[in-house]
């Protein structure tokens, strides 16, 4: 998560550099809720922003620690009531870290799924909600294609299309 809070506005190479030097300084929920922020910034200082991304990193240990018991929450609720977390990091850390279902919407998936015709929306949870029914209507698709397979010949289902997916 803390990786996360970093990129928003910043460049992987910027980050990279700078995230190995704040963990082994402040590796625990523990210490960062504790460090003083003019630590943490010297540590961010080459990523944009790094005043108040130092601060959000510090509130959100610090509410890791006194709302969940330094475990990070599942709930998209919980995660974005967190300093420095929005919709997009949440759903990194739902589906990166902890292996649930999330789709972080950016700029660049929300061009992706325009170009693509899944739909014309630009608020990011209706693109979510949006590509989460084009899945279901592809896996839809699968599944019949799959049971026509199973008779005793295979037959091509032309009839099969899902609309705005392609």
């Given at each position: 998560?803390?990786a ?6 910043a460049t ?5 550099k ?10 625990t929920?523990?210490?960062?809720a504790?460090a003083e ?5 010297q540590l961010?200082?080459t990523?944009?922003?790094?005043r ?5 990193l510090?509130g ?6 006194v ?6 929450p599942s ?9 420095g977390?929005g919709r ?5 850390v739902?589906s990166?870290?902890?292996?649930l279902?999330?789709l972080?919407?950016?700029?660049h998936?929300?061009r992706i799924?325009q ?23 592809m896996?839809?698709?699968?599944l019949?294609s799959?049971?026509?397979c ?5 037959v ?5 299309t899902?609309?705005?997916v392609?």
């Amino acid at each position: 998560m803390v990786a996360t809070i970093l990129s928003a506005q910043a460049t992987d190479k910027s980050v990279n550099k700078a995230t190995p030097k704040l963990f082994e300084a402040f590796g625990t929920p523990e210490k960062l809720a504790e460090a003083e922020i003019d630590e943490i910034e010297q540590l961010i200082k080459t990523i944009g922003l790094y005043r108040s991304k130092a601060k959000n990193l510090q509130g959100m240990a610090q509410r890791l620690l006194v709302d969940y018991g330094g475990e990070v929450p599942s709930e998209m609720h919980d995660l974005v009531s967190l300093p420095g977390v929005g919709r997009k990091t949440a759903n990194v850390v739902r589906s990166v870290s902890l292996g649930l279902p999330g789709l972080p919407v950016d700029t660049h998936v929300s061009r992706i799924v325009q170009r693509l015709g899944i739909t014309n929306e630009t608020d990011p949870v209706k693109i979510e909600n949006a590509v989460a029914l084009c899945c279901q209507m592809m896996n839809m698709a699968i599944l019949a294609s799959g049971l026509s397979c199973m008779e005793d010949k295979c037959v091509l289902l032309e009839s099969l299309t899902a609309p705005n997916v392609f």
